[in-house]
Each structure stands twice: as structure tokens, then as C-alpha cells.
């Protein structure tokens, strides 16, 4: 029979591959002073690379954890494609490829999300609630953000929707049902990686609103006008929140497997 799951794998690792000369190619207009561009470049090649590498690793680890590995090479594999695209807008335009951004997120949270279920049902402890839950929260917390930062609805009404649906999001991690899930029944291994994760979501998400507040209070003129150093902070800070992380949400989702797998 067909392992799907390795024939994926190897579907997505062969990709990213293939896109590395093709992004190279398109980098010809970098300009050496464009940290912007720079940010944009780097976090696109270190993506492909962890997606290689997540990819490859679901051959090390037990069945039951493929699966978390697999979406935490989609995260990234998705990703990578838009900040090459993103990189692209930006160089070609220095405008804000906010259209781009959201895209990706949209598909890459709430996989990031469901990361926290996987690692749960991979121990026996996870259920249907702990998924929606997880799932409505990061639409509430993305949807108003993009809307705001699009100019369909007042930006401070969008950035507080989209921090209550965080907050949201923080309590089932830490108090609600998957807290204690993980808290009472998780292995040390999974145990340990689940707590990062989560301070992960709460410390490493946090850059996210610091860009948002760069890009739309801090730097804006007397007419309340966003000047070019709001886009340039605000893609800086979100560029390095994803390299953060996407990438360093992965890894733990990695080290968890590997321990366990070693045990069993």
C-alpha cells in the first residue's frame, strides 16, 4: 500500500527544493540598503529550509506524531511561498503586502493551532471541543485585524477584537480544557513541549500587536498620516514574529516527537 503521508513528505520537501534557484532569481533587485527586503529574504529561505527539515524528520518518529510534523511542514512550507511573494511586492512597490500577509495567515495560525490538538490526541487526551475552540479563536483574533489594517473597519476596533480573540486563545492553552489536559495527563516530554508552545503563543505573539502599534500609532505624522517608517517597522517586527514563531513552534512540536519516539 501507498504511504500518503511519506508520499507527501516527499511531494513538499522536493517542492521546496525546486523553489530555492527560483527564488534566488528573483532576489536580483535586493538592494543592499533595503532592510526591509533583507528581513523579507531571510525569513523566506530559513521557512524552505525548516520545511525540508520537518518533512524529513517524520521518518525518525513514531506514527502517531507524523501527523504534527507534517502540519508543521505545511506551516512553513505555506508561508515560505507568500514571503516570496510578499519580498516581491515589497521590493517592487515598498508598499505593505498586506493582502499577501493575511493570506498566509489565515492558513498558517489556525494550523498552528490545531498543532496544540494534534500533540494532545497524540497522547489519547485531545477532543472535538479543544479544536473548535482553538479554531474560532484565531479567526476572531485575524479576521478584525486584517479588516482593520485593510481600512474596511476603524483600525483601533479591529486591534481590539483581534487581541480579545488572543486573549481567547491564551485561556484555553493555560486554563481551559487543553490546559488541563496537558497539564494532568501529558508525559514530562509532551508535558515540556506543550509549556513552550504556549509561551510561545503568549511571548512570541506578542511581537505581532507591537507591529501593529508601530505601523499605525507610533509612527504617523501631525495629520495622523502613517509615514514610511510605520511600513518599515511594521514589516520588520512582523517578519521576525513568523521567523519566531513558525519556525520555533515547529521545533518544539519536533522535540516532542523525538522524545516520545525514543521511549516507545
Known sequence: MIDVKKSLSRFLTASALIILPTAALAAADLKSDDFVGISFWLVSMALAA?????L???????GKWKTSLVVSGLVTFIAAFHYFYMRDVWIATGETPTVYRYIDWLLTVPLLMIEFYLILRAIGVATAGIFWRLLIGTLVMLVPGYLGEAGYINITLGFVIGMLGWFYILWEIFAGEAGKAAEQKAPPAVKSAYNAMRWIVTVGWAIYPLGYVFGY???????GVTT????????????????????????LIWYAATSDSKQT
Open 228 to 251: 514610511p517608517a510605520a511600513s518599515q517597522s511594521l514589516n520588520i517586527i512582523y517578519n521576525f514574529a513568523d521567523f519566531v514563531n513558525k519556525i520555533a513552534f515547529g521545533l
Open 217 to 223: 500609532y507610533v509612527f504617523v505624522d501631525a495629520a
Open 50 to 54: 525548516a520545511t525540508v527539515f520537518f
Open 56 to 62: 524529513w524528520e517524520t521518518q525518525s518518529v513514531s
